[in-house]
């Protein structure tokens, strides 16, 4: 007969999930009510975008249309499927400006402009400078997105440095590097992914053509709940020092044992952004009034990645504690005698 202490041990609990979706926005709200300061970064990146000069690719992007109509001139179905490709490009070819790089995704500072891609700004003439080389092109998206990534890196320390005001955060310096690496990640990982999904569905096509809409559906789903998991990366970068490695698999950890608390506040968050964005669309570029959809759409997207931040901590701590609560009673359970009658 085996006897454990398992009678006498403490019942230990793990401790109540903190922090919930709704409260980690109201978090996120007072944070920026209390210090409006914090809107700043994002207000200038877009008060630059919308009345600083543009680098234009007008040339390059007019060539590419005129390519891709020639290309299929003699084939009706063939242009009439080349045609919205076309358009996008004429389009890009007035609108494109290089600085938007600047909003560097994954981690940028956000912007409103940089999706926008105004024609014009409230001063009127803008001013406009063609870049015609593909070389000088490649190393200004380089230079701008590092810098974007930088900026983005030092804004995400400060808004961090409000959740956490006793907290180790990384150094500037190593805060910037992460942000980087995971750039250079996920630039490599999509387009790998993307390319491997039109593969795959390419060859289905080939054998069962109605099939290939559907591999390209599980991709961008498989894609989806990867974005998911590794949502809160850069937070484990800022918050606690993390490599980026570290930070992914630790993202992965919090949503794994928070799935529809994560995916409340991403979805949340998503949604209010797309709503507000909206709203803040509605003033035309030419119009001062403009400047209120830059005040709104800098307060909400603060608001958003700050209360991201408390959400993370929060449910971080949670799961630390938790485990180490399981592991406390799971050594508590092992048998410290035996005794046999």
């Not at 990645?305 to 180490?324: D, H, I, N, P």
Request: glycine residues 8%.
């Amino acid at each position: 007969m085996v006897e454990s202490n398992l009678v006498d041990a403490p019942v230990l609990r793990p401790p109540v999930k903190p922090l919930g979706v709704m409260a980690a926005f109201v978090t996120g709200f007072e944070c920026i009510a209390q210090q409006p300061i914090l809107i700043l970064p994002p207000l200038l990146l877009d008060l630059f975008l919308w009345l600083g000069p543009r680098l234009s690719l007008g040339s390059m992007f007019r060539q590419a249309a005129s390519a891709i109509a020639g290309m299929s001139a003699a084939d009706p179905i063939l242009r009439e499927q080349a045609a919205p490709l076309t358009e996008t490009m004429e389009l890009l070819a007035d609108r494109f400006n290089l600085f938007s790089a600047l909003n560097s995704l994954p981690v940028g500072v956000p912007s409103l402009m940089a999706g926008r891609l105004p024609l014009e700004s409230a001063l009127g003439k803008v001013s406009r400078f063609e870049l015609r080389e593909p070389s000088l092109v490649l190393a200004l998206w380089v230079v701008l997105t590092i810098v974007g990534l930088g900026l983005g890196a030092f804004y995400h320390r400060w808004l961090a440095r409000r959740v956490a005001p006793d907290g180790m955060l990384a150094p500037a310096g190593r805060a910037w590097l992460g942000f980087m690496l995971l750039g250079a990640v996920v630039y490599i990982g999509g387009f790998l992914w993307t390319t491997v999904t039109l593969f795959v569905a390419a060859l289905v096509g080939v054998v069962i053509p109605l099939f290939s809409a559907g591999v390209v559906l599980i991709g961008l789903s498989l894609l989806f709940w990867i974005a998911t998991y590794l949502a809160f990366t850069p937070h484990g970068i800022i918050r606690y020092r993390l490599g980026v490695i570290q930070a992914m698999l630790e993202s992965a950890l919090v949503v794994r044992w928070n799935t529809l608390g994560a995916l409340g506040f991403i979805g949340l968050a998503v949604g209010v952004s797309w709503l507000t964005n909206l709203i803040w669309d509605l003033p035309q570029p030419a119009s001062w009034f403009s400047i209120l959809g830059l005040l709104g759409h800098a307060f909400i997207s603060a608001t958003v990645l700050m209360g991201s931040y408390a959400f993370y901590q929060a449910r971080r701590e949670w799961l630390t504690a938790v485990r180490s609560a399981l592991a406390m009673q799971s050594a508590a359970a092992q048998p410290s005698t035996e005794r046999t009658d």
